[in-house]
C-alpha cells in the first residue's frame, strides 16, 4: 500500500521590535542573562502588562501580507501550565479569537504554482529559557527572552511533501524579513519550527493520527525530520501497528525523533480570556493605513523582474528572495542597463562574497561586497569593449580587495582591451611561428588545435585582446 504524507506548520517568529511585549524591557537578543528583566516579565504579584502597538502593527502587516483577514476585535487568552521558564504560571497568547485568520502563501513547485492556506496568526509573549548542563548538576533559568514578542503563523495540512514544506518556510521567511518584522534567524531561534505530520493511504480523504516535530533549527532539519518521521509512520502502519498522537524530539546527531510526550489538547491549558487586558479593537482606518505602507513584495517583484528586465524566472527568484538583493540589483542596472549580466555577476561573485563574509546573516546587508553603482560600472566597461570578460574578473578582484573604482583600475593597471588588428595579429603572427610544427598538423585536420592558438594569443596578451578579434584573426591567418 502507498501512503500520502500529510503536513501542516506552526511556525514561532520574534518580532523586531525594540521593547518587549507587555514591558518596555529590551527585546534585543545577546544581553547578560536575566539583565533585561522587570516585575511585569517576571510575573511578580499586583503587576499590570500593557500592550506594545508596534507588535499589533507588525502581526496586522504580516497578517495582510499573507492575504488574512484583520479581526476587528480580537482577545486575549491565558494559556495555562507550569514550567520553570514561565514565570507567571501563564503564557498571554490568543485563543478563540486570533487576530489574523484565513490567508495564504503561494510556493512555487515544478509542476506551478501551489497554495498553501493559513489558518491563523497571533500573538502572544515568549517563555524564558532554561539552561542545563552548564554549570554542574544546577538548571539555570535565563528570563530575558520572557515577554519578547511572538508571532504565531499556523498553516493549513496542506503540504504533501517535506520539500513543500521547506519551500512554504522559506517563502514565509522571505516575506517576514521583506516587512522587516523578524529576522529570521533559525539558528538564534527567533524563526522556529514545528510540524504536524500523519500519513494517510493514498486516494483517501481521513486525515490519520498526527504527530508534532519539534527541535529543527534549520530548514534542512525540518526537511530531515519531516523524511524520517514520514518513513517511520509508513514503516509502522504497514506492519499493522497503530500510531500514537505525541509529541516528537528531532535529534540532529543521529538524525531520528523520539518520543518526548504524549500530546497535549487545547483543553488541557485551560484556556480563559485574560481579565488583565481588554479586547483587542482594531479600527479600519489603521489597517489601511498599514496596507498603505506595504512594500512590495518577493512574489510580485519576481514577476515584475521578469516582465520589465526579461530576466530567467530562475535569476529573478535568487535576486528578489531577499529585498536588500533586489534593491542591490536594480541600483546597478540603474548605472548601466544590463540586466542579464548584472544579474550573472550577482548570482555568481557577489553572492559567493556575500556567503564568505557571512553577510547574508544579517537582516539587511548594508555594507556589500562593493558599491551597485561600481558594479554596473564594471560591467559597462565590458560592454562597451573596454576590457575583456576575463580582465573584468581581474578588475573586480582589485576592487574587492582596494574599494577602488573600476575604470581606475583598469587605467592605472593599463587592463584596456587590444582590438586593434594591427598589434593582434603581430603577437598572432609571433605565436604562429613559435608553433610551426603544431600549425602544420591543424593544416593537416587536427582542428581542435585552434583552442590551443587562441590560449597561446590571449597569453600572450595578458588577456587583454579581444576574444573576438582574436578568433577572426587567427582564423583568417591558418587558413591563408
Ligand atoms: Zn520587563
Redesign the pocket.
Given at each position: 500500500m502507498s501512503y500520502e504524507p500529510v503536513i501542516g506548520l506552526e511556525v514561532h517568529s520574534e518580532l523586531l521590535t525594540e521593547?518587549?511585549i507587555?514591558?518596555?524591557?529590551s527585546a534585543k537578543f545577546g544581553a547578560e542573562p536575566n539583565e533585561?528583566?522587570?516585575?511585569?516579565?517576571?510575573g511578580m504579584p499586583g503587576v499590570l502588562p500593557v500592550l506594545n502597538r508596534r507588535v499589533v502593527e507588525f502581526t496586522i502587516r504580516t497578517g495582510l501580507a499573507t492575504n488574512c483577514a484583520i479581526a476587528p476585535v480580537s482577545r486575549w487568552a491565558r494559556k495555562n501550565y507550569f514550567y520553570p521558564d514561565l514565570p507567571k504560571g501563564y503564557q498571554i497568547s490568543q485563543y478563540e479569537l486570533p487576530i489574523c485568520t484565513g490567508g495564504f502563501i503561494d510556493i512555487e513547485r515544478e509542476n506551478g504554482v501551489k497554495r498553501i492556506g493559513l489558518t491563523r496568526i497571533h500573538m502572544e509573549e515568549d517563555t524564558g529559557k532554561n539552561i542545563h548542563d552548564a554549570h554542574g548538576d544546577a538548571s539555570l533559568v535565563d528570563f530575558n527572552r520572557?515577554?519578547v514578542p511572538l508571532m504565531e503563523i499556523v498553516s493549513e495540512p496542506d503540504m504533501r511533501s517535506p520539500a513543500e514544506a521547506g519551500a512554504y518556510l522559506r517563502k514565509l521567511r522571505s516575506i517576514l524579513r521583506y516587512l522587516e518584522v523578524c529576522d529570521g534567524n533559525m539558528e538564534e531561534g527567533s524563526f522556529r519550527c514545528d510540524a504536524n505530520v500523519s500519513v494517510r493511504p493514498s486516494g483517501t480523504e481521513t486525515f490519520g493520527t498526527k504527530v508534532e516535530i519539534k527541535n529543527m533549527n534549520s530548514f534542512r532539519a525540518v526537511e530531515k525530520a519531516l523524511e524520517y518521521e514520514i518513513e517511520r509512520q509508513q514503516r509502522v502502519l504497514s506492519e499493522g501497528g497503530t500510531l500514537e498522537q505525541e509529541t516528537r524530539l528531532w535529534d540532529p546527531d543521529r538524525e531520528v525523533t523520539r518520543s518526548m510526550r504524549s500530546k497535549e489538547y487545547a483543553h488541557d491549558y485551560r484556556y480563559f480570556p485574560d481579565p488583565d487586558l481588554l479586547p483587542l479593537e482594531v479600527p479600519n482606518e489603521w489597517v489601511d493605513e498599514i496596507r498603505a505602507g506595504l512594500p512590495e513584495l518577493p512574489e510580485s517583484r519576481r514577476d515584475r523582474f521578469v516582465a520589465q528586465y526579461g530576466l530567467p524566472a530562475y535569476d529573478a527568484d535568487v535576486l528578489t528572495a531577499r529585498k536588500d538583493l533586489a534593491d542591490y540589483f536594480e541600483t546597478a542596472i540603474r548605472t548601466h542597463a544590463n540586466p542579464k549580466a548584472i544579474s550573472n555577476w550577482i548570482m555568481t561573485e557577489i553572492l559567493r562574497v556575500v556567503r564568505e563574509r557571512k553577510l547574508d546573516a544579517l537582516l539587511v546587508i548594508e555594507s556589500w561586497p562593493l558599491p551597485a553603482e561600481h558594479l554596473g560600472r564594471l560591467v559597462k566597461l565590458v560592454d562597451d569593449g573596454v576590457i575583456s570578460g576575463k580582465i573584468a574578473k581581474t578588475v573586480f578582484e582589485e576592487m574587492l580587495r582596494t574599494g577602488g573604482e573600476p575604470e581606475r583600475i583598469v587605467e592605472e593597471k593599463g587592463l584596456t582591451q587590444v582590438s586593434d588588428d594591427s598589434a593582434i595579429l603581430a603577437v598572432i603572427d609571433t605565436v604562429l611561428a613559435q608553433q610551426s610544427e603544431k600549425v602544420t598538423q591543424f593544416r593537416n585536420g587536427k582542428e581542435k588545435l585552434f583552442g590551443f592558438f587562441v590560449g597561446q594569443v590571449m597569453k600572450a596578451t595578458q588577456g587583454k585582446a579581444s576574444p573576438e578579434k582574436v578568433n577572426a584573426l587567427l582564423r583568417s591567418r591558418l587558413q591563408g
Open positions: 521593547s518587549k507587555f514591558c518596555a524591557c533585561n528583566t522587570c516585575p511585569v516579565c517576571l520572557c515577554g
